[in-house]
């Protein structure tokens, strides 16, 4: 029966008419189309999507997975790996949406979930769980993060007498970036040491004996640490059997940011995926700007050839963030790449000038050009939040944050203190593993420790005792501890039992452990109250979780970025200029940008200049840099800058010449600037008599 027409549900657009035609083509590759003739599955090749700034790509990205779903792909076994929870999350919500588009009857509780939707550390950790018993795993192991990383190294570096070297040996910051350059790039301690570490090339054979040591001390413990997520991962699909069948288990893999992918990351997805049948990639070669991470650009450069047939190439181009001088300046900084994916970003955005090439006398000038230009936009319009001043390390902003603060501009700056790096936050998180895993050493012996009286002698002892009683025989509260610490032991001890996995439902557990926690902080910290807000607000975190496992594992892999003892937005409604590293700024985007002290010794960092390679990367991060302006883009040519931190040189000036990577064939892209802007000639007075002065004389009477 035909509804009448006042009734009828109105016909519901075409969610794909919002992308354009290369947008479309990436989104719908392969899928809903029969096979061949020559029975080839459409989606059995790879896709790579090589997505430039601001083209679209998360939107791309999310049609595809929405239409996979729609076209019938089961949404549980699709797999989307992406680089942050902030970022899985925000996909999964988009695909959500666009579903609730495509079916005018589907309410958004009705659509699809996507259960396998995180970061590779995060589906890392849930896989090793599942498949725990068949590789050998306690499925109960904790994880470090880098901190606790680095004092399980350094415990282990002191047991084997590394410490007492006559020469110096590295420390322990050091040796777990050594260990994890060799674990994600997947080279020869000896390769690392001679590309990234050369002066501690002659201690090869005490870190191979210090590692070794170490992944023992870890297995002893049941833990794994950051970089044994994607090890462990990597490992067991290497076996033929476990590769197939954990690949079998995603009809469909796609991965956000594949440019910042290391080599580890790149062999657990042809492992997976071997003949690249259901597997995306989206990136962008010309952002690739992470090698300290571990990560290579040859892994989206080589991905075609990984597969025969080679991967379908799709290429985003439309920008639609940047007016198209910026865009003309990016593409022919860029376009000077050794070897990368031809693409020319376009914009139908209109001009409002080209990027400026502003030359300054120093770095004071410097800072009060950028603090000039910032109020002279903020007058025109542009708030303080969409203005934002680049740079490539944190130290080049200096001079610029002290004639804020002189001026009374707030500001924000990106990086300081992590949450988890805070000492209140890293005792809670200490107690709670070592409740839910008593052989983790490093855990217990900071948790111990907050029992007044007890110290690393006494915190040590014990934990040799636990480790070599019986399971279940751990007796906390009877032991040895001095008799002045009796009862504050016997109330932690009593605090531990409780939380122990099996003793009490969570997050009571977690509830307890903070209760307990709050009341020592008089004691331990100066500034108690202050901490209190991030103890409490753990608390309310922790009760989000199904588990304290999950709660560990998520808040490990994927922490806050900032605790309330740390330098946040100046007030909470105040408009506020942003600062931040080029790094950082990635994916980010401002209506004016302007970058700092681009100027060959800065952009490329005389740190970062030893290989071609390195070289092209800095290039890159230069690229990145220009690509989050909208509308108003500045680069700053210092002719001179202060440095003060050159041993046995003292502080002085060094002159610098503007990057090598705007050669003077690009300048026609540029608006050059100098700022100052000279000082116009006074006018002649016609009736003052011009008299010369004889300097020659004055020289030859000083000798008469």
């Known amino acids: 029966m035909m509804l009448p027409a006042d009734l009828t549900p109105p016909p519901v657009a075409d969610p794909l008419a919002r992308l354009n035609a290369a947008q479309r083509a990436a989104a719908t590759f392969g899928i809903g189309r029969p096979a061949d003739p020559s029975g080839e599955a459409p989606d059995s090749r790879a896709l790579l999507i090589i997505a430039g700034a601001g083209s679209g790509k998360t939107s791309t990205l999310a049609h595809r997975v929405a239409h996979l ?22 996909m999964t919500r988009r695909v959500e949406r666009i579903l609730v588009r495509r079916a005018a009857d589907r309410t958004p509780a009705g659509t699809p979930a996507l259960a396998w939707s995180g970061t590779f550390h995060g589906i890392g ?54 260990y994890s350059a060799v674990v994600n790039t997947r080279a020869s301690l000896g390769e690392v040491l001679q590309s990234a570490f050369p002066w501690c090339s002659e201690w090869e054979a005490d870190l191979r004996r210090l590692f070794f040591e170490y992944v023992e001390t870890k297995q002893a413990q049941r833990v794994l640490d950051y970089d044994d997520l994607l090890l462990y991962w990597a490992q067991m699909v290497s076996d033929p059997a476990l590769g197939r069948e954990i690949g079998e288990r995603f009809s469909h893999v796609l991965v956000d940011e594949y440019q910042d992918t290391n080599r580890l990351q790149a062999a657990i997805l042809l492992a997976m995926k071997p003949d690249g049948r259901g597997l995306t990639v989206v990136g962008d070669d010309a952002q690739s700007i992470y090698a300290f991470r571990g990560a290579t650009v040859r892994n989206i450069l080589d991905f075609p050839a990984h597969f025969d047939p080679p991967a379908q190439l799709v290429t985003l181009d439309r920008n639609y963030r940047s007016t198209q001088d910026i865009l003309a300046a990016a593409n022919q900084v860029i376009a000077l790449a050794s070897e990368r994916f031809t693409k020319d970003l376009w914009s139908d955005r209109a001009s409002t000038g080209k990027p400026r090439l502003i030359a300054v006398r120093d ?154 926690y709050q009341t020592q902080m008089d004691r331990l910290h100066d500034d108690a109250e202050v901490r209190q807000a991030d103890v409490e607000q753990l608390a309310r975190i922790a009760v989000t979780y199904p588990s304290a496992e999950r709660f560990l594992t998520e808040l490990t892999l994927d922490p806050p970025e900032a605790t309330s003892d740390q330098a946040g937005p100046p007030l909470l409604d105040e408009d506020y200029l942003i600062l931040s590293t080029i790094h950082s700024a990635k994916g980010q985007e401002w209506t004016a940008v302007s970058v700092l002290n681009v100027v060959d010794g800065c952009i490329p960092s005389d740190m970062a200049t030893g290989s071609l390679a390195e070289i092209e990367e800095e290039r890159r991060l230069l690229y990145v840099a220009m690509t989050r302006a909208k509308e108003h883009l500045d680069l700053i040519v210092p002719q001179r800058f202060y440095v003060s931190h050159q041993p046995g040189f003292g502080d002085r000036h060094l002159y610098a010449n503007r990057t090598r990577f705007i050669p003077n064939a690009l300048l026609p892209c540029f608006e050059q600037v100098a700022w100052p802007a000279p000082a116009a000639a006074s006018p002649a007075n016609p009736n003052a008599k011009q008299q010369a002065l004889d300097l020659a004389a004055r020289m030859r009477a000083m000798w008469k």
């Open 69 to 90: 779903v729609a076209q019938g792909a089961d949404p549980g076994r699709i797999l989307l790996l992406t680089f942050s929870r902030r970022a899985a999350s925000e």
């Open 125 to 178: 950790a849930r896989l090793l769980r599942e498949y725990a018993g068949r590789i050998g795993l306690d499925p109960a192991f904790t994880i470090h993060d880098r901190q606790d990383s680095g004092d399980l190294m350094n415990l282990v570096r002191h047991g084997l007498g590394l410490s007492a070297k006559s020469r110096r040996f590295p420390l322990k910051a050091t040796c777990v970036a050594i």
């Open 363 to 516: 770095d004071a000038d410097q800072a009060l050009h950028v603090v000039e230009q910032v109020l002279a936009r903020r007058e025109s319009g542009i708030r303080l939040k969409a203005q934002a001043v680049l740079f490539r390390t944190a130290q080049h902003s200096v001079r610029l944050e002290l004639e804020l603060t002189r001026r009374n501009i707030p500001f924000v700056k990106f990086g300081g203190l992590k949450f988890l790096e805070a000492a209140h936050v890293k005792d809670v998180l200490a107690l709670l593993r070592w409740a839910q895993n008593p052989r983790d050493r490093l855990a217990g012996f900071r948790a111990m420790q907050l029992v007044a009286g007890i110290g690393p002698k006494t915190a040590g002892r014990v934990l040799d005792n636990i480790a070599s009683a019986s399971p279940g025989c751990t007796l906390l509260a009877e032991q040895p501890v001095p008799e002045s610490a009796t009862a504050g032991w016997l109330e932690f001890a009593a605090v531990v039992a409780a939380s122990e996995p099996a003793a009490t439902p969570w997050p009571a557990t977690f509830d307890r452990i903070c209760a307990w």
